[in-house]
């Protein structure tokens, strides 16, 4: 019966697995092999050596073959641990709780860094970041890292299995999910500004009116607001609207229009106290807008119209009243002083003189010194020892 021989070239990153009728039979080295046999009893599988271990359909066949364990390195992972591989000093694998590598021996430097999943400890920094550029924070399964940024100004709080465990400061951190659910929770720790939109509310004297509120807050206690509220800005809008609900409908809208101050000191020591309670510090609340409807606009315009218009007329009357007190005392001391009553006639014949373009004179200038302008009735009396 005739023989064939088979030639079987391996390179230097490749192993060939030997079948003799169907069943292993060794593996083959870099280099040229001659293989005699007869007809279609031997197959090869040709492997490639990469840094991702060996895959194969039969490995767990292959791994109880003496012939093919000599050859490789079996590394598992405990059912409570979960290892990163490194190939070489790269990163390339993670390899999960009770999953395993196979390699071959002496070809690649393969470390496996494992870390126990009975204590929630955080992934190294450095570690974290090569995981997520690589991708392999991910599988087909869904995550195997959970991973955040905490950024300045803001608190992380991890919950594993529904439990706080532990607070986080400023940072980047991630935690291995298996067998676990675990959760990061980010909390602003600045001052922040909500806005109370106005809703349709009636006064005690049954006045429509909207007011916009502004509040400024900050988390005290981000623990106490994490266990006590679901969501902690819904709950402070929540708090201050029925707070603003309480002032406007006890209240007249003279009484609101009259100070605008009041309906914000009365929200703030309303909820101050009461956010304090849940670890909220309410720093401040104002009031932003007052609409009215448009009806009370047009009567709240007439009655200031109104009031500005007697406030004029008062005004414009006491004004004439104190011009008349002065007109009557200047002519009380005009009517005691023939010389006060002289000047004021010149006064007049000034303005006069100013009015007109051209005066006819009769009689002389005497005349027009004395008889032009004459305030009374009385002749005018020639000084004492004056000649006629």
Not at 163 to 171: F, H, N, S, W
Not at 173 to 179: E, K, L, Q, R, V
Not at 296 to 306: G, R, T, Y
Not at 337 to 366: F, H, W
Request: proline share 4%.
């Amino acid at each position: 019966m005739w023989k064939i021989v088979n030639q079987v070239q391996v390179a230097n990153d490749e192993r060939v697995l030997v079948f003799r009728d169907r069943q292993f039979q060794r593996v083959l080295a870099p280099g040229c092999h001659r293989i005699v046999s007869l007809p279609n009893r031997f197959s090869f599988n040709v492997l490639t050596v990469g840094k991702g271990g060996i895959r194969h359909p039969l490995l767990d066949v292959l791994l109880k073959e003496e012939a093919f364990a000599d050859e490789v390195e079996v590394r598992r992972m405990a059912e409570d641990e979960v290892g990163v591989v490194y190939v070489d000093g790269e990163l390339v694998q993670v390899l999960e709780p009770g999953e395993r590598l196979v390699t071959w021996k002496g070809l690649l430097e393969v470390q496996i860094r494992s870390f126990p999943l009975v204590a929630l400890a955080p992934v190294p920094e450095p570690m974290l970041s090569q995981l997520v550029r690589a991708g392999l924070d991910r599988c087909g399964r869904g995550s195997r890292l959970v991973h955040a940024l905490v950024p300045d100004g803001h608190l992380g709080l991890l919950f594993d299995n529904g439990r706080l465990v532990q607070t986080l400061k400023a940072g980047r951190y991630g935690y291995w999910a298996f067998s676990r659910d675990i959760k990061i929770q980010l909390y602003d720790l600045r001052l922040q500004m909500l806005e109370v939109a106005g809703q349709e509310i009636l006064t005690r004297d049954r006045v429509s009116l909207r007011i916009n509120l502004n509040a400024v807050y900050q988390l005290a206690d981000v623990e106490q607001a994490a266990g006590r509220l679901a969501n902690v800005p819904d709950y402070i809008y929540k708090r201050l609207q029925l707070s603003l609900r309480e002032v406007v409908g006890t209240r007249t809208l003279d009484e609101l229009l009259a100070d605008k101050n009041l309906v914000s000191e009365v929200i703030f020591a309303d909820c101050h106290d009461a956010l304090a309670g849940y670890g909220i510090a309410l720093e401040r609340v104002g009031v932003k807008d007052i609409i009215l409807p448009g009806e009370m606009k047009e009567i709240l315009n007439q009655v200031v119209q109104a009031q500005k218009a007697a406030e004029a007329n008062l005004i414009q009357r006491r004004e004439e009243t104190a011009a008349t007190r002065s007109l009557s005392n200047t002519a009380k001391m005009m009517d005691n002083n023939p010389t006060l009553l002289r000047l004021k006639e010149l006064e007049t014949l000034e303005k006069v003189a100013d009015r007109i373009d051209r005066i006819s004179v009769y009689g002389g200038l005497d005349s027009v010194m004395n008889d032009l302008v004459r305030l009374t009735d009385k002749p005018e009396q020639a000084p004492t020892g004056a000649r006629r």
